[in-house]
């Protein structure tokens, strides 16, 4: 089974710092994205990747970078962070495919707080 | 841009009932997903189904798609406990790139 890990379950962090959120997938796959959730608003993309070192903007890049130097990590830094990102990040992975027919596997999730 | 929406927005039944949960979405599409949350945790997929199907079954769940109507429904049969969750469908944004979700359906099933 394609396992997707994201360093941490819960996290807190004072405004201003900078943040970094990891994802490491297993499976080989092409695709990596990073999603926030909030109440409400359902799952909104923040970037996404479909190979090594590419990075795409998705619906609300602002305030977040991210890296992907090895295939199998994609990471979210949050430059500095703000009380407005608080929120619930996951990161998913997907084999390559690009018709929208391959599904999407979710990490567990990191629960961001900003104080 | 939100392409899926799920309805109703909550649900509440007993073990062992059907539930029903909606998705409307807005632009052709070539597949729809439907994915489970548990509290807190990440999403896992449940079942996907193409445009050119009708009907889709997977052990207890059942999904149709009416793509003239542009909806989907998803159906969990004779519910325990344990399906407790949030239900969400995905379909492609409107560039035929990335995965859209609506806002979910809760679903409690009460003991």
């Known amino acids: 089974d394609v396992k997707v890990t994201q360093s941490s379950r819960y996290l807190v962090k004072r405004t201003g710092e900078k943040v970094f959120l990891e994802c490491v997938q297993d499976m080989d796959h092409e695709n990596m994205f990073w999603y926030r959730q909030d109440p409400g608003l359902g799952l909104r993309l923040i970037y996404f990747s479909y190979d090594v070192k590419m990075k795409e903007k998705g619906d609300i890049p602002e305030g977040y970078s991210v890296s992907r130097e090895k295939k199998e990590r994609f990471s979210l830094i949050l430059e500095s962070a703000s009380t407005n990102q608080t929120s619930m990040y996951l990161c998913?992975?997907?084999?390559?495919?690009?018709?929208?027919?391959?599904?999407?596997?979710f990490g567990s999730g990191t629960q961001l707080s900003v104080l | 841009s939100q392409q899926g929406e799920e309805d109703p927005q909550a649900l509440s039944i007993q073990e062992g009932e059907n539930a029903t949960m909606n998705c409307s979405y807005k632009?052709?599409?070539?597949?729809l997903q439907w994915y489970r949350q548990n509290s807190g945790r990440g999403l896992v997929h449940l079942i996907l189904?193409?445009?050119?199907?009708r009907e889709k079954h997977s052990g207890r769940l059942r999904v149709t798609l009416d793509t003239s109507k542009k909806s989907s429904s998803l159906l969990i049969t004779a519910s325990r406990a344990a399906d407790t969750a949030s239900y969400f469908c995905a379909t492609l944004d409107n560039y035929g790139q990335n995965f859209v979700f609506g806002p979910g359906t809760r679903l409690s099933v009460l003991p």
């Open positions: 632009t052709s599409i070539n597949n």
């Open positions: 998913a992975s997907s084999l390559e495919g690009g018709a929208g027919n391959e599904k999407l596997f």
């Open positions: 189904i193409r445009s050119n199907e």
